[in-house]
């Protein structure tokens, strides 16, 4: 088919690639602009947009698909169907109806369950036990399309984020192109979304991901893997010279009670209002990322610790 593929970050990368490897024609790879990031301000180019330079793709990175001269220039690529995985933007119906078969987007979980923008991160936080990636058709409701194929993935005691997403991304690229194949053939069958068990995976806030100690352990240590490596669950450490912001990138359940936010032992296991966690990997704010035994001997003292 003739494609255009539509993604930002890595998981969408990674099946730009798949989507080209199956031998279709990609006419357009969209992404979004080049943004300043990380310390240094420094203007990176999008994963994605480094997969569609490696392939020789042609690049376009508009400020908003809303523009009507955008939604002309797409309309104008007489696409087969385009693929959309992480976009970013939202589409309208000038986009979504101009390709002749549709346009069809990867996500992240097993619809209806966890619609929106963070699938994944919520999917840990709330202990699902599984979920899973689907090829939905796109309509102009929020992740509301019938679901053409879907692959599910079990969540593990010690996934994070970053890991479940990379299973995801796997099981991600050997099913869209066998559902590609299904679209083209004209083979594919659609799947109307039920309303139970229906939830929203809203878009993490810095706020939302300051660790309160006074929850119960288990759900501090779904929240440290659910949101790492990013954004980060974080707190604050009390030293001499002052609060140091820290995140917190990996936990585990531990056997303890105290104080929440008290340390019950030399190696970072702390009182939560039920129970305890202990502390795995972490990172003081403009700091490389450590382990405990390396953040500990930074610390150098770990008597009387408070985290706030």
């Known amino acids: 088919m003739r494609i255009a593929f539509m993604g930002t970050p890595d998981f969408a990368a990674r099946l730009l690639t798949e989507v080209a490897a199956a031998g279709h024609e990609i006419a357009a790879v969209y992404t979004q602009p080049q943004k300043p990031r990380g310390r240094g301000q420094a203007v990176r180019p999008t994963p994605v947009q480094m997969a569609a330079e490696r392939l020789g793709l042609t690049m376009r990175a508009p400020k908003s698909m809303r523009d009507p001269d955008e939604i002309a220039a797409f309309a104008a690529l007489d696409l087969d169907a385009a693929v959309v995985v992480a976009y970013g933007q939202i589409l309208k119906a000038g986009v979504l109806e101009a390709p002749r078969l549709g346009c069809f987007n990867v996500h992240a979980s097993l619809l209806p369950r966890w619609r929106g923008a963070a699938p994944i991160q919520r999917a840990i936080m709330a202990g699902d036990a599984v979920t899973g990636v689907q090829v939905m058709r796109m309509s102009e409701g929020l992740d509301e399309g019938p679901v053409l194929s879907t692959a599910t993935v079990v969540i593990e005691a010690d996934d994070t984020a970053g890991t479940l997403q990379d299973k995801l991304m796997e099981a991600a690229a050997r099913l869209l192109p066998a559902a590609l194949a299904e679209i083209a053939a004209g083979r594919a069958v659609e799947t109307p979304q039920s309303d139970d068990g229906l939830t929203y995976a809203k878009k993490i806030t810095p706020a939302e991901a300051r660790i309160d100690w006074t929850r119960p352990a288990i759900e501090v240590d779904r929240m440290t893997r659910g949101l ?7 707190f604050e450490l009390e030293t001499p010279k002052g609060p140091v912001r820290v995140k917190a990138l990996l936990s585990r359940p531990g056997l303890g009670q105290g104080a929440p936010g008290e340390a019950l032992d030399d190696r970072l296991l702390i009182a939560c209002g039920e129970g305890a966690v ?3 990997r972490l990172q003081r ?5 450590q382990n405990a035994d390396d953040f500990i001997r930074g610390l150098g003292n770990t008597h009387d610790l408070r985290l706030l």
């Open 278 to 280: 202990r502390l795995l």
């Open 285 to 289: 704010e403009g700091k490389t990322v």
């Open 228 to 234: 790492s490596p990013f954004p980060g669950a974080w």
